[in-house]
């Protein structure tokens, strides 16, 4: 399975950026998928996630309010809306994916799209 994250760019702070994240083919049952974060330097930051039926979503502290995870299982697309951004967003977002098995469980991760956020 691959993923393909894109929609990234450079915006102002207050500005707003829509990333998309579209998986090569479709899970076979309950999965998680969400976004994660780097900037240089640190590690890798989970920003939020979401379940295979939407009702869970997990939100870091820093985002909440201003971001919104959403699913297009149809399309095997994550979305994620980033409003009010603020320059400490800046960074390499990685879209992923779970996908559990009986016993089991695979993680997929897209390549990345830089978001540049300026004050």
């Known amino acids: 399975v691959q993923l393909q994250a894109s929609g990234g760019g450079s915006v102002q702070a207050g500005g707003s950026l829509r990333l998309s994240c579209v998986a090569s083919?479709?899970?076979?049952?309950?999965?998680?998928a969400g976004w994660y974060r780097q900037v240089s330097g640190k590690q890798r930051e989970l920003v939020v996630n979401?379940?295979?039926?939407?009702?869970?979503?997990h939100y870091v502290d820093s985002v909440k309010g201003r971001f919104t995870i959403s699913r297009d299982n149809a399309m095997r697309t994550v979305y994620l809306q980033m409003s009010d951004l603020r320059p400490e967003d800046t960074g390499v977002y990685y879209c992923?994916?779970?996908?559990?098995?009986?016993?089991?469980?695979?993680?997929?991760w897209g390549q990345g799209t830089q978001v540049t956020v300026s004050s």
């Open positions: 979401i379940t295979s039926g939407g009702s869970t979503q």
């Open positions: 083919a479709a899970p076979f049952s309950f999965f998680i």
């Open positions: 992923y994916r779970r996908d559990y098995g009986i016993g089991s469980s695979q993680d997929y």
